[in-house]
Structures are given as structure tokens and as C-alpha cells.
T-cell receptor, first 112, second 115 residues
Framework: AQSVSQHNHHVILSEAASLELGCNYS??????LFWYVQYPGQHLQLLLK??????LVKGIKGFEAEFIKSKFSFNLRKPSVQWSDTAEYFC??????????FGQGTELSVKP | DAGVIQSPRHEVTEMGQEVTLRCKPI?????LFWYRQTMMRGLELLIY????????DSGMPEDRFSAKMPNASFSTLKIQPSEPRDSAVYFC?????????????FGSGTQLSVL
């Protein structure tokens, strides 16, 4: 069965530190990949997405993610985090029909 | 458009009671999804509809859970009887089409607490 794994459940960083959140999936066919973010008290928002083309995808708020097909990975990165990046981050993979499979989520806490 | 609207925002109920969660998708969206978010399992797809018809309900945990979409602008997720382990945040989402690269729009969620 298709699955998505996020290895870090909780990450704590200081402001200005670099961020990388891991995401691996277990689907061998063509995939579309997403990162969603949920800020405290808010609903899920799309951060960035990959469908095809350049495997390095840039999203909002300085985030980017790299699709590495050979590693079945789609890691999220940001060179310098801010306190306002404190949130929960979800990686997701989609297949035909719009069905999204989500990872368990990674809680990011940024200390000022 | 106001986006995907869910109600109530918070629901506190006692074990054994019936719970009904409501969702109004974005007008014109053909697909509607119900997700559940818990600390232990993260975000799980429960069921989704296309043009008001349930397409995949394999994520519905038990027969206590049921979902309906009587028309294009309204869906309900019902739990009867509710149990403490059903406590979670339930999200509704809609999309314009079922194409895999279509953007999903999420509602604000309903936080359910079953005592």
C-alpha cells in the first residue's frame, strides 16, 4: 500500500538555523508531491507542490523542497527559520482521483 | 468565495452520543474529502466523494462512522455511537476536479472531544 513517512516527529530549532524535514514515500509510479503547513490554531495550507519538471521546487515563505526520485524522497528545506515558522508540517503524495496520502506530520518549534 | 466551511468548530460530547459534523465545499468543486487528524496517526483520509457519490470509503474506521453528501453543497460525517478514541480534529476539503495535481482546499476543521 502507498505510504508516506516523515521521520522527525518533533524538531526544535533556534531562529536563523537551517531546516530540513525528511519525507519518503513508497509508491513506484508517477507521483505528485505536496507539503502542507498548519500554523497553531489554523487550518491546513499548501506550502508547495511538485508535479513535473525541475525537481527543486520553491514555495511560499522561503521554503523549498527537492524531489529525488531514486531515493523516493521529497525533503523540505529552509536556509534560515523564523519564530513564525513554528507549525506542523505535513508531506503528502497524491494519485489519480485526488486522493492524498499524508505523512504523520512533523512539529517544528522555533525558539526566538 | 468563503472557502470550505465546517461546523461546528468545536464539539464536546459524552461517550455513546451521536455526533454530526458538517461541511460546505467551495461552490463548483466536484470532489469532497473527509480527513481525521490525531497525534498518533497524523492525517488520515476517511472518505471522498465525486459529484456527491462516495468513491472510496476504505479509510472509514468502523461502521459507527458514516458520511453522506445529499447535494453538491453539503456533506455530513456522522459518528454513532461516539467513543473517546474518536476524539480528533476532522477536516473537510474540496477540489475542483479529481486530477491528482489539483489543489485541495481545506476547511478549518472540527475539534471533537468525546468524554
Amino acid at each position: 500500500a502507498q505510504s508516506v513517512s516523515q521521520h522527525n516527529h518533533h524538531v526544535i530549532l533556534s531562529e536563523a538555523a537551517s531546516l530540513e524535514l525528511g519525507c519518503n514515500y513508497s509508491y513506484g509510479g508517477t507521483v505528485n508531491l505536496f507539503w502542507y503547513v498548519q500554523y497553531p490554531g489554523q487550518h491546513l495550507q499548501l506550502l508547495l507542490k511538485y508535479f513535473s519538471g525541475d525537481p527543486l521546487v520553491k514555495g511560499i515563505k522561503g521554503f523549498e523542497a527537492e524531489f529525488i526520485k531514486s531515493k523516493f524522497s521529497f525533503n523540505l528545506r529552509k536556509p534560515s527559520v523564523q519564530w513564525s515558522d513554528t507549525a506542523e508540517y505535513f508531506c503528502a503524495v497524491s494519485q489519480w482521483g485526488g486522493k492524498l496520502i499524508f505523512g504523520q506530520g512533523t512539529e517544528l518549534s522555533v525558539k526566538p | 468565495d468563503a472557502g470550505v466551511i465546517q461546523s461546528p468548530r468545536h464539539e464536546v460530547t459524552e461517550m455513546g452520543q451521536e455526533v454530526t459534523l458538517r461541511c460546505k465545499p467551495i461552490s463548483g468543486h466536484d470532489y469532497l474529502f473527509w480527513y481525521r487528524q490525531t497525534m498518533m496517526r497524523g492525517l488520515e483520509l476517511l472518505i471522498y466523494f465525486n459529484n456527491n457519490v462516495p468513491i472510496d470509503d476504505s479509510g472509514m474506521p468502523e461502521d459507527r462512522f458514516s458520511a453522506k453528501m445529499p447535494n453538491a453543497s453539503f456533506s455530513t460525517l456522522k459518528i454513532q455511537p461516539s467513543e473517546p478514541r474518536d476524539s480528533a480534529v476532522y477536516f473537510c476539503a474540496s477540489s475542483l476536479s479529481g486530477v491528482a495535481n489539483e489543489k485541495l482546499f481545506f476547511g478549518s476543521g472540527t475539534q471533537l472531544s468525546v468524554l
